[in-house]
């Protein structure tokens, strides 16, 4: 579903305005886990300079071919373990996403280790899908771990971030922190 045309138009059309709504990017953006990159081709065109971080290999790999010589870095790592000084980026960014993340630990390192390679004032916003019955059968066979949004806003807190706020709406949470 992520790869689709149908799913790159939400993204564009509705997720991304949604997310970033508000929202001061700054000169040097990460995006923590962009799959096939349907947002990452979105950001691009609201950012000097985007890295973009993900964990499938060969994902990773066919990102960073589509986009080479952009404004874009693709790395293939792991966002519980960025590779990356503290304080260096302006913002970050997380689009649906998180519930890939096989435990809740993993994705409190996660939201740890985001903190940590922000800029103070950077802002870390995303969305993640709300959990459900058609939620769960999209991922019959793959890693969910749903996100909840009425502890998310605690979670980034502890993380290391102020000013946390979620909002939901039928499909999604979105949440927002400052550092």
Known sequence: MCASSEWAETVEQRIIPWVLEDVELGD?????????GSTTNVLRHKTPR?????????????????????????LQGDATALAFPAGRFSAAL??????????????????GEVARVLKKGGVFAGIDS??????RALH????????????????LTRAGFREAKVDTNEFAVRF????
Not at 97 to 102: A, K, R
Not at 130 to 135: A, I, L, M, N
């Open 130 to 135: 709300r959990d459900g019955d058609d939620f």
């Open 28 to 36: 040097d953006v990460l995006e923590v886990g962009p799959g096939p």
């Open 94 to 111: 997380s689009f649906t996403m998180l519930h890939h993340v096989p435990t809740a630990e993993l994705q409190d390192r996660l939201l």
């Open 50 to 74: 985007l890295t973009a971080v993900e964990i499938d290999e060969d994902l990773a790999a066919s990102l960073r071919d589509r986009l080479a010589g952009s404004n874009v870095e693709v």
């Open 176 to 179: 927002r922190a400052k550092k």
């Open 140 to 155: 019959i066979g793959d890693i969910c771990v749903p996100v909840d949004p009425a502890t998310l806003a605690a979670r």
